[in-house]
């Protein structure tokens, strides 16, 4: 017994000692990709000595003598930090996830190669103007001398998750920056889903009241009655019904539901509304939160002088920041710049659709999908005369294309000529507001609106492709249109003096939202949908409220938590349960919503992380709507996943019978709105019992705001998952400055997922006191310090300082690279 026992002892401890021997040889392998940044090399991608000088942040100081070799040490500084999520970036635009990941991505795949994004990008590099082709060619021989090293080396394949893809990585291409900016008008987008949601509801209530309702417009002039979407079709014409969630299940997926579609927030002040006589700009573009961040902060020296700020890896240019004399940010636009047709086939050739002209064959094409660990997918690509043809799952088109047709879709970013590229570039070159708006010319797509300020003027100019519809068309782009009808069809793209501009403005303040600009009639209304009605309130408010502008004031309103929609809700839903009722018993559902009143009565709408107030509010609403519009949507209630704030008060101040939402059409008796408040209230503190407990002030928000910064495809991976995700208690909510968009479904509904992964502020009267913050690191190798080392000072709502002072970059560097031309 006692030899059985030693040798027990002896087969743990080798088991042990194994076991710390693969930690150790793991962690050896995935260590070797870990950057050294401080070395020389010589190469022949350089036509002269250029140094990347990081700073104690990690970011990258880019000194090149020519703007050739600035952009080649930008390629190499992106694959040093961030060559995964460059390959995965790429292979997403390229619809070759599969290869890599297997079957889970599959659908994926094949709505890109639908799109057909890469072809298109590699015909839009000869579009790109000589400078800008240059820059593209040389941000790809940094890249590629970033993998030669890392070959030559064994610099363990570049990056920890390479180790997981047994697949060799292509050299980089000028292509692949283009399609990886196309990515961005896929991640962007939102109208296709609107075209469809709006016909899906259109057919589920038969009332052109009540949906106005639940799908309102921003608040201003309307648009002209639109046809009931059946009435489009012959009587009797059956619609299929849908299964699934209609977009492809991955973390990879680019493709966002509405309500995770782009946003952003920015605002400007003229030297007469600034404190110390110069321009003002803050600017925070919000994306889906990812580990690492989308964002990547540099520096560049250009031969037009220096420009720092936020840049995508993958993409060679700084998308939002300044130079010296001009800063710059955006905001996505919400410009509708997608239409959805519904293709008539040949009854007697499947193989042909409607025209105008008549009937038409197909454009077809054959791809062939290669997954990992089983055998490929051959697909057949279609396109028609408005754009590629699309799978009836996308979105649930099946449910809103009758039998007999099918769906295709007209966008702005199918271009074979897209120079958004050059603009990016001419942008960064522009020493004033002026040159800034020309540079806009070129943009095509994802349309933003841009915000501009040089030392002495302020500017705001949506740029991007917008399409010239009839003014009969027959949906107006609200819904999907018949495509064999030409006043439907797409007459080409307006001139670039029809985009909506603010140059200058009386007041002294710019500022955007995503809130509504315009109100023009069709078809130069823009767009019917937009992106907020809500922050854009409390923005005016903190703007109007001073005078004058400081750094500081701009910092304060890019963190305020104040949710204006709180304020101007809670007293609407609850007038009638205020201070009513009598006193009820502990432990009694009554006595619980009375203790909750009394909270919320007292609160100031401020969404901070450590109050239990906002967690309340934020399940009444969702209750509420739930409450709503289950009994007259049914299964399409589930698309709905946010509150819309102006359709609640739209059916609490009973604007056009609105309040009809609040009677249960399956009962007897009549409820009224008070009624599914109390029951709406009484749903969102069961859920918070089971979830949280019953001791209200106990609560904390940012318990359940979580932001999640996840790993992508290691961060589903257990044990793994604890070393690669970044989550955090955050404040702010859905409507507020500081914007926290929460997920809106799952078991974690108000988990914070798509924010402000970049801010920054940039005052001209002391350009290096401007600062910025990126919300996780500049790293995407999860053992370095710099993979999450910004993450705490974002979340406390700090800001790392951003100077364009060569010198003082240098002399706190704590590394430089140093790059020497071959000889």
């Not at 600035?70 to 290869?99: K, N």
């Not at 590099?125 to 890392?150: C, K, P």
């Not at 007209?410 to 897209?418: Q, V």
Request: one cysteine or more.
């Amino acid at each position: 017994m006692a030899q059985v026992f030693v040798w027990l002892i002896r087969i743990a401890g080798g088991m042990i000692l194994l076991g710390v021997a693969a930690v150790l040889i793991s962690y050896y392998l995935l260590s070797r990709s870990l950057p050294d940044y401080q070395k020389t090399l010589a190469t022949d991608g350089v036509a002269q000595s250029m140094d990347i000088v990081r700073d104690n942040s990690n970011v990258p100081h880019v000194f090149g003598q020519q703007d050739t070799d600035t952009f080649f040490g930008l390629g190499y500084a992106h694959a040093q930090d961030r060559l995964w999520q460059m390959v995965m970036l790429r292979r997403t635009a390229q619809g070759r996830l599969s290869e890599v990941l297997g079957v889970r991505t599959v659908e994926i795949d094949k709505l890109m190669r639908r799109f057909d994004l890469y072809a298109l990008a590699k015909t839009s590099v000869a579009a790109q103007d000589s400078q800008t082709q240059a820059a593209l060619a040389a941000y790809a021989r940094g890249v590629n001398a970033r993998l030669t090293e890392i070959n030559t080396f064994a610099l363990g394949r570049g990056a920890p998750e390479l180790f997981f893809i047994n697949s060799p990585i292509s050299p980089w291409q000028p292509a692949d920056s283009l399609a990886i900016l196309k990515l961005l008008s896929v991640q962007l987008s939102s109208h296709l889903e609107e075209e469809v949601l709006y016909a899906r509801s259109s057919l589920a209530l038969n009332n052109a009241a009540r949906l106005n309702d639940i799908m309102p417009l921003a608040p201003g002039n309307g648009i002209a009655a639109l046809p009931d979407y059946a009435s489009l079709f012959p009587q009797g014409q059956s619609f299929a019904q849908a299964t699934g969630t209609g977009i492809p299940d991955h973390p990879l997926s680019p493709f966002q539901k509405r309500a995770h579609a782009g946003a952003s927030n920015v605002w400007a002040a003229a030297p007469k509304r600034s404190a110390a006589g110069a321009t003002l700009l803050a600017n925070d573009p919000h994306l889906g939160f990812t580990a690492p961040a989308m964002w990547y902060l540099a520096r560049l020296e250009l031969e037009t002088g220096g420009v720092i700020g936020g840049t995508i890896p993958g993409i060679p240019i700084v998308m939002t920041g300044r130079s010296d004399t001009l800063g710059w940010g955006i905001t996505s636009s919400y410009l509708d710049d997608q239409d959805l047709y519904v293709e008539k086939l040949n009854p007697e050739n499947p193989q042909e659709y409607l025209t105008p002209d008549g009937y038409q064959p197909f454009r077809t094409e054959s791809s062939i999908i290669r997954i990992k660990d089983t055998t490929p997918v051959t697909m057949t690509l279609r396109w028609t005369e408005n754009g590629p043809v699309l799978p009836g799952s996308h979105y649930n088109l099946v449910e809103v294309t009758p039998a007999g047709h099918v769906a295709s879709l007209a966008w702005t970013a199918l271009s074979d000529r897209d120079t958004t590229m050059s603009a990016g570039y001419a942008l960064m070159r522009a020493q004033s507001v002026r040159e800034a708006l020309a540079a806009g010319e070129l943009y095509v797509a994802p349309s933003q609106n841009l915000t501009v300020v040089d030392r002495n003027m302020i500017a705001m100019k949506t740029v991007g492709a917008m399409p010239r519809r009839n003014a009969a068309h027959e949906s107006q782009g609200r819904m999907p249109s018949r495509g064999w009808i030409e006043e439907n069809r797409w007459q080409g793209i307006n001139a670039y003096s029809a985009n909506p501009e603010f140059v200058a403005p009386a007041g002294g303040l710019l500022g955007n939202t995503n809130n509504k600009t315009v109100d023009r009639p069709f078809p130069q209304h823009v767009s019917h949908v937009w992106g907020d009605t809500q922050r854009v309130l409390r923005w005016r408010r903190l703007m109007q409220t001073r005078q004058v502008h400081t750094r500081d004031s701009f910092i304060e309103a890019q963190l305020d938590t104040v949710s204006f929609t709180a304020r101007s809700l809670l007293p609407l839903i609850g007038k009638d349960l205020w201070f009513t009722g009598e006193a009820a018993p502990d432990g009694t559902p009554e006595r619980q919503r009375q203790r909750a009143l009394d909270l919320l009565q007292r609160w100031n709408g401020e969404m901070n992380e450590h109050l239990p107030e906002p967690l309340i509010y934020a399940a009444w609403l969702r209750a509420l709507q739930e409450r709503l519009i289950e009994d007259d949507m049914g299964p399409l209630a589930e698309e709905f996943t946010h509150p819309d704030p102006v359709f609640i008060e739209r059916v609490y101040r009973d604007i056009d019978g609105a309040s009809a939402w609040c009677d249960v059409r399956q009962s007897t008796i009549t409820e009224t709105c008070t009624d599914i408040a109390r029951l709406a209230l009484d749903d969102a503190l069961v859920w918070i019992d089971e979830r949280y407990g019953t001791a209200l002030e106990s609560l904390r928000w940012g318990d359940a705001h979580q932001a999640t910064h996840d790993h992508q495809v290691l961060g589903e991976i257990p044990v793994l998952r604890y070393f690669v995700n970044i989550r955090q208690s955050t404040s702010g909510g859905d409507n507020t400055l500081l914007r926290g968009r929460t997920a809106g479904e799952g078991a974690d509904p108000f988990h914070n997922v798509h924010g402000a992964a970049y801010r920054g502020v940039y005052d001209f009267a002391d350009p290096d006191s401007s600062v910025f913050i990126i919300s996780t690191g500049q790293s995407g190798h999860f053992l370095s310090r710099h993979y999450d080392d910004l993450s705490q000072l974002w979340r406390r709502g700090e800001y790392i300082p951003m100077s364009l002072d060569a010198d003082l970059a240098r002399a706190a560097s704590v590394g430089v690279t140093r790059f020497l031309p071959a000889k």
